[in-house]
């Protein structure tokens, strides 16, 4: 994701807005710690999740700051809402430390439908979390449960919302 920046009084600071909500407001900003921020070919800041060895903290006045923290990873969970549809997403395992919600709407008032997203903070290599979608799908799945690791990859097992355990019995 390609970082924005503003300077003040000489110094540069990178965040990113996360959510387009009503009329495309924004659900909260997040700013990066410079030792977390990558540059593409062309010199951008960029940053990618998911980001290891990094959390989210609040601060004293209620702004939210990744910063480097040991054996913690942040993964960037998003769900696309079928057509003038809705979407949720459940973290399963592990628990999160930090779990931030956000929606982005698909017109300008969501009539379109509204997608949702969730920034979460996990001690570990990877996050399991089951989705939901509702609206006119086109043939793509409705629910499922997915796992995304550290290093990006991510298994999506569709159609399925009992657990991998269950199916696993009951195929046995």
Not at 69 to 78: H, K, N, R
Not at 82 to 99: D, F, H
């Amino acid at each position: 994701m390609r970082l924005s920046v503003k300077e003040f009084e000489g110094k540069r600071f990178h965040f990113l807005d996360f959510g387009s909500g009503y009329h495309g407001r924004k659900n909260f900003r997040l700013w990066v710690n410079r030792q977390l921020v990558r540059h593409d070919e062309d010199g951008e800041p960029i940053i990618e999740f998911p980001v290891r060895d990094a959390q989210v903290l609040r601060t004293e006045k209620g702004s939210l700051v990744l910063k480097p923290s040991e054996g913690v990873t942040t993964f960037d969970l998003f769900v696309k809402c079928g057509y003038r549809g809705s979407a949720s997403i459940e973290v399963l395992e592990p628990a999160p430390l930090v779990e931030l919600d956000y929606v982005v709407y698909e017109s300008p008032a969501g009539s379109l439908g509204v997608s949702v997203g969730k920034l979460v903070c996990v001690r570990g290599e990877k996050v399991k979390y089951r989705w939901e979608r509702t609206g006119r799908l086109y043939g793509a799945p409705g629910e499922g449960i997915s796992v995304v690791y550290a290093d990006g990859r991510t298994e999506v097992l569709d159609g399925l919302l009992d657990g991998v355990e269950e199916l696993e019995e009951a195929l046995t």
